[in-house]
DNA sequence: CTTATATTTTCGAACATTCGCATATGCGAG
DNA sequence: CTCGCATATGCGAATGTTCGAAAATATAAG
């Protein structure tokens, strides 16, 4: 029954699509609601057009959606839950870090996982 | 704050190793227990080094751990909560697969996440 | 010591991903 | 139509990953 190698195979594609920090940066971002490219490029200090690389790369993999507003690109979670999950990954990250940084882990999992934390008032116009 | 960049660049490293369909079954396969090198090869239907190399990935990222008997290296899973969450995956897979065979998530989720199941009689003992 | 078995390590080639930069597209304003 | 802004796409270089085959290590047995 090959079947679950093509399970494992189609659920390897989304590790790794969650497997790079920036996106796994940017999924946290888009946690709180849906927002433009520019903006999230500015949060995260990154380069606008590897924002929207990454952002293709993860709507090719149905964990992103767009929307157009004007000449803006709004993107949004198509599943918040998996935002939810990814927390859950932070379970093994911990003895990892915990060597290096304890702190940080907590840091992480506080900001991840409040509800009305904010990092973006930079609405750039 | 770049901490939480670190973490993000940690958790990455986790989902990276458990992006590639190899490594996923593997986990499957520890899931139900312990077992050897040439046991996972045969059931996995891979080359034995190929397996070696998969482990200590795994092995680096302390999501296996080994255990020597013998001649043979027996690995378990550190955190059999790791296999869980992947199971957890599934639901993300689910609607990208479904265009092209529903069934099989089913069966995978069935067949990982039944506690006495086994797929493997073929004990190479 | 020699042989057989179990696993790991090494190495180069094939392949895939990420990166930065330049260019293209889409859209609204004038 | 032309300009300027927001985003996307293309492309070559750098980098990382996976692969198969060969060789190395370790352990047990004779």
Redesign the pocket.
Known sequence: MPQRQAVAKELAEIF?AV?????IRMIEELRHGEK????I?QTLQ????????????L?ALRIVE?R????????HLIQPEIADWIVQGLAFVEGRMRALNAAAIDDARRLWTTPSDDTSPAE??
């Open positions: 790794k497997g790079h920090a920036d996106r433009d490219v520019n903006s490029a990154l380069p606008n057009p590897r924002v929207s690389q990454h952002l293709s790369l709507r767009e157009r507003e004007g000449r803006r690109h709004i993107y750039t116009k």
